[in-house]
Structure formats: structure tokens, C-alpha cells
DNA sequence: GCCCAGGCGTCCC
DNA sequence: GGGACGCATGGG
């Protein structure tokens, strides 16, 4: 057990931000996350935060995936005083971090994102990873397979690829599934060299994939390669620019750190009890 | 039963 | 390049 105090750090929040989908919280408001092909159990009072590891598995496996090298609070400090939507909606959310999650796992949560809801978007993961478990021993806890590789979701039967990907209840995006692993496939080193480059020509290149658009593809920019200008425009922030800023896109969501400040009214607006 | 969901591809103009 | 439309599936 590694205790330590976070600020700017809210399990809850950052469970239901939207940006990821197996963090499990349980009735205690403790919660179970998976990254990485491991598990961490965590669970907060106030700024002191517990996880079940050593410091040094910590500082290994957890520190980047939960940005803690960021000052979120300057971050919500360069936010125009003026806009009192966006602020109240950082301080609403105020305990919501852009996590660096893995992009291969990014690329494949948001693909089953689009045109679909939060909890169906988690179990179609679920059985996604599940499919590691067929013809070996079932595991007690099926959440703890990791997000399965791109040469288990590819090969050159498309027959059987299709058969199996319909069979997990995707529905019309399990072929982009299968599209987003080839893309990987295709050549090597997809990851590191989407890695290498800038916002603009990650989102060009990721565009290319059939069953990525560009909401799909700013939200891989953004939670799966950690390019933080990037600023998806779903339904959401869509009726937000509407109902909020008259219509008119703010400033800020072409500006630096626009993806966090989305996340910030995205939460808000979902989850902020306002009308 | 109906409506909708962190959209996208396709078709048509 | 922009606007309708269909899309699989299951949660509310």
C-alpha cells in the first residue's frame, strides 16, 4: 500500500469523465482501474490517496498514466475570468485529470464510442477483452485480460475476424475495429511514430482509418496520445457552444490546453445538475 | 415500443 | 464542402 496526497486528483471524477472505461468504482467508493494489462486498486480521503503498490510500482507504472507531472492548477488558473462557464465548470471538476492511457486501448474505446452510451460503451470493451480467455482456462476476474492485441482482431480470414467481432455485440463498428487493427498492422511501429508527431499530422493520419472521423480521431490525439490542444466536438460540446456561448465556438477550444478545459465542461454539463 | 447514445461513411447536390 | 440519411445494439 503507497499513500500519498494528490491535489487536483478525483477517482470519482475522472471515473465518470468519460475518458475511460475500465475504472471500476465499487460501493465504497473505491476504485478498481485497469491500464497497461494491470490492476490498481485505489481509493481517496480528501488529497490522500491509496494505491495497492509498492512507491516504486508506483512511480513506474502510475505517475505518467495519471499526468502527475502536470500543475492542473495552473492549468485551471489560465482560464479567461470572464468565460463563468468554463470556470465554474474547472472548479466543478476540478479533480479530473487528462490520463495517459494507451493508445492502441484509446484508438479502440473510442472507435465503440461513436453514436453509442457510456455503459454499453464499457461492456462492448469488457467482451472485447474477454476474447483472450476462449479455449483457456476462464479467468474469475474476465476484466483482468488486457486490451487484446491488433494480430488477435487482424488476420487474412476475414470470415472468422467478422464472425468473431460480431459475436461481441459492437454492432455496425465491429468492422472498424478490425480496420483500426490492420492500420496497426500495416507497418511497424504505427504507435511510436503517431507518437513522433505533432497534433495536426497525428489527426491527418489517424483520419485515414475507415471508422475514424474527427471526433474519433481528436479524442485518440487527445486521451490516447496526450495531445492536449486537441478538443473533440461531440453531441455534447456541440449543444455546449449553443447553449452556452450563444452559438459562437469560445476562444479556448482552439487554444493551448483546449482538450482539458473540454473535459471540464463536458463533466460539467453532464453531471453539474444544471439546466 | 420508442428514443437515444462522447459519429461516421455514403450519397447527393 | 455541406447537408440528409442509414447504421447495429441495448439502456432508459
Known sequence: MYTVSISNFNIRQIADSGQCFRWYMDSSNECDIYAFARKLHVSQQGEKISFNCTEDEFNKWWFDYFDLQTDYKQIISGIDANDIYLARAAEFGSG????????????????????????RIQKSIERLCRIQSLGGTSPEDHNHWPIPE?????????????QMLSSLGLGYRDIYIREAAKYILESEDRIKSLKKMNYEEAYRELLSIKGVGPKVANCICLYGLHMVDSCPIDTWIKKIIECRYNGIKPRWMTAQNAGIYQQYVFYYERYGGMK
Open 150 to 162: 491488433a494480430k488477435q482482431l487482424y488476420t487474412e480470414d476475414e470470415t472468422a475476424d467478422m
Open 96 to 119: 479530473i485529470r487528462i490520463l495517459k492511457q494507451d493508445t492502441w486501448e484509446a484508438m479502440l474505446s473510442f472507435i465503440i464510442s461513436q453514436n453509442n452510451n457510456i455503459p
